[in-house]
């Protein structure tokens, strides 16, 4: 059975790139709050939600989840970060998961925004690499799209500027 994943900011190429390294047991669904031309919506990949700005962002996130299925969020905008970590155990409370760092650790973590095209992503879920490597020890708080340090030392989260 495949799992479907929201991934945020889908108009975006970025979103496009991590979408290629989920394996083959994960169906992306596209969200955005850009405008969409209504062929993509209507063609069931893509879904409209508002900006990580709006009142109704995390509520609208969830019940798209809900609507379609969706058991886990890729949030890849800079400014839903930290909305979708304070409201990690709102979504576990429906058997959604979002791939986020908790809060403090994501205050902790350097951010990366529009990461270059050249850059050695990792999408990490709970600390485990999906796009085929060996699994790595990232600590379990750490889900996401990643880059590792140059020296291996150190992760930083990748993510859109909004």
Known sequence: MKNKVLVTHGTRPFAQRVAKFLPDKYTPLFASADEMPSVLISGGSFVQIPPAQAPSFLHQVLKTCLDHGVSDVIPLGAGELYPMAQAL????????????????VLTALPLIENPPRQLPLQLLH??????GEPTVDAGEDLSGVFILSDDGEGWALCCVAD
């Open 89 to 104: 155990p709102l979504f576990l409370e429906y058997g959604i998961d979002v791939w986020v760092p908790h809060t403090e």
């Open 126 to 131: 709970k600390g485990k690499k999906l796009n």
